[in-house]
C-alpha cells in the first residue's frame, strides 16, 4: 500500500533563518507530487506541483522553492524565512491524472517563525 | 482562479442529527472532491463525484452535484462525535492542479 511520510511534525525557526521539510512517498511510481500551504483557520493554498523529477511548478511568488530530487521525494525549502510564511506546510501525492484521482495527505508540519 | 466556497463557514449540531454542507464553485469542472480534516492533521479523501454523475453515496455520506448551479452537497447522516472536523471541497483547475475552498468546521455536540 501507499504511504507518504513528511518530517518534521512542528518545528519553530528565527526570521531569516534557511528551512528545509521534506516528503517521501512510498509504494507508487511517478506520482504527482503537491506542497500546500494552509494559515490558521483558512483553506489550503497550493504553493508548488511537480508531475516528474526536476519538473517544478510554481504557483505563488514568495520566498520559498521546491525542489524534487527523486521520484517520490518532494523537498520545500527557503533561503531566509519571514514571519508570513508561517503555517501548516501539507505535503501530498496524486497518481499521474491528477484531477481525477484523490489527493493522499501527510499529516503536515506545523512551522511557526518568530 | 477557480475554486470551491464552503457554506456555512460553521456548523454545530447534536450527535444523531444529519449535517449538510453546500460548495459552491464558479467555472466548469471535471470532477469535485470532498476531503475531511481533523485539527492539526492531514486531510482524508471521502469521495469524488464527477461531472456527469448527480448522485453518490459512501456509508453515511451523500453528495450531490449540480453543475447547472455550480454548487454541490455533503450530508452526514446520524452524526457521530468522530464527525467533528473540517470539512474541505475541492475542485479541478487548470494543468492538473486541484484547487481547495477554505472549509467548513463541523461540531457535533454529545
Known amino acids: 500500500s501507499q504511504t507518504i511520510h513528511q518530517w518534521p511534525a512542528t518545528l519553530v525557526q528565527p526570521v531569516g533563518s534557511p528551512l528545509s521539510l521534506e516528503c517521501t512517498v512510498e509504494g507508487t511510481s511517478n506520482p504527482n507530487l503537491y506542497w500546500y500551504r494552509q494559515a490558521a483557520g483558512r483553506g489550503l493554498q497550493l504553493l508548488f506541483y511537480?508531475?516528474?523529477?526536476?519538473?517544478i511548478s510554481s504557483e505563488v511568488p514568495q520566498n520559498l522553492s521546491a525542489s524534487r530530487p527523486q521520484d517520490r521525494q518532494f523537498i520545500l525549502s527557503s533561503k531566509k524565512l519571514l514571519l508570513s510564511d508561517s503555517g501548516f506546510y501539507l505535503c501530498a501525492w496524486s497518481v499521474l491524472s491528477g484531477y481525477n484521482s484523490p489527493l493522499h495527505f501527510g499529516n503536515g508540519t506545523r512551522l511557526t517563525v518568530t | 482562479s477557480q475554486q470551491g466556497e464552503e457554506d456555512p463557514q460553521a456548523l454545530s449540531i447534536q450527535e444523531g442529527e444529519n449535517a449538510t454542507m453546500n460548495c459552491s464553485y464558479k467555472?466548469?469542472?471535471?470532477?469535485l472532491q470532498w476531503y475531511r480534516q481533523n485539527s492539526g492533521r492531514g486531510l482524508v479523501h471521502l469521495i469524488l463525484?464527477?461531472?456527469?454523475?448527480r448522485e453518490k453515496h459512501s456509508g453515511r455520506l451523500r453528495v450531490t452535484l449540480d453543475t447547472s448551479k455550480k454548487s454541490s452537497s455533503l450530508l452526514i447522516t446520524a452524526s457521530r462525535a468522530a464527525d467533528t472536523a473540517s470539512y474541505f471541497c475541492a475542485t479541478d483547475g487548470r494543468d492538473d492542479k486541484i484547487i481547495f475552498g477554505k472549509g467548513t468546521r463541523l461540531h457535533i455536540l454529545p
Open positions: 511537480s508531475v516528474g523529477i526536476g519538473q
Open positions: 467555472t466548469s469542472i471535471n470532477n
Open positions: 463525484i464527477r461531472s456527469n454523475e
